[in-house]
């Protein structure tokens, strides 16, 4: 990665960079470090059943399940033309969503809403895609701000809408677990674009709607 000069962040998707065998490699070496982790921490993982593959199912989980969105391609997605000229608001949530922060790879658990204003010459996708392309943006290490920042980005590209809204309600374990362990504080971010950005009115609409949800 460092020798093609490509940037390899913790939120990046490095699916191109991996050539076929790649993610084996990558299973066996992560697996050795979180071995040399947990003797690091002192815990016996030859004695100890519990933890005798403990290594092992951490590295699977990393790169197949909890950050796969680093390894794998950007889900299919069948975009349809709206024929109809719809330009009415249309809503989608609240959508589970699971990360981990960046800081302390600690589980963000939470909720997620779209918002888009389409036009005549917006693609239509289905409802499942946008829990699919979100589940994907969010299987990487991220901080909550750049994660919506990233979904949205990814929905203008795909819908191409006038306007395009994304509210994230979530826990951070990082609070839950460690520092001031504090289980009741939940974070809340927004990004708008677009009409949503310029027109205070839809603006308010969209967030209206969803306060009646709870």
């Not at 950007?74 to 960046?102: D, H, K, Q, W, Y």
């Not at 918002?115 to 392309?133: A, C, D, F, W």
């Not at 901080?143 to 929905?155: G, K, N, R, T, Y």
């Amino acid at each position: 990665m460092v020798a093609a000069n490509r940037r390899f962040h913790a939120n990046d998707n490095i699916s191109a960079a991996l050539e076929p065998g790649d993610l084996d490699e990558l299973a066996v070496e992560v697996e050795e470090k979180i071995k040399a982790l947990l003797e690091s921490l002192v815990i016996d993982t030859e004695s100890d059943h519990n933890t005798h593959d403990t290594a092992k199912r951490v590295a699977k989980m990393y790169l197949t399940e909890v950050f796969r969105g680093r390894y794998s391609e950007a889900p299919t997605v069948t975009e349809f033309p709206n024929v109809e000229a719809l330009n009415e608001l249309m809503i989608v949530g609240p959508i589970t969503v699971r990360s981990a922060c960046s800081h302390h790879l600690c589980p963000i658990v939470g909720r997620l809403w779209i918002g888009v204003m389409p036009n005549e010459h917006s693609n239509l996708i289905g409802l499942s895609k946008y829990v699919r392309l979100a589940d994907w943006i969010m299987s990487r290490p991220q901080i909550q701000e750049e994660a919506i920042s990233q979904i949205a980005d990814l929905l203008l590209q795909k819908v191409k809408p006038d306007g395009l809204a994304v509210v994230m309600e979530a826990d951070h374990f990082c609070m839950h677990w460690r520092g001031v362990k504090e289980t009741d504080t939940k974070m809340i971010n927004s990004s708008m674009r677009g009409s949503f950005l310029k027109d205070a009115a839809l603006r308010r609409e969209f967030l209206s709607l969803l306060s009646q949800k709870g």
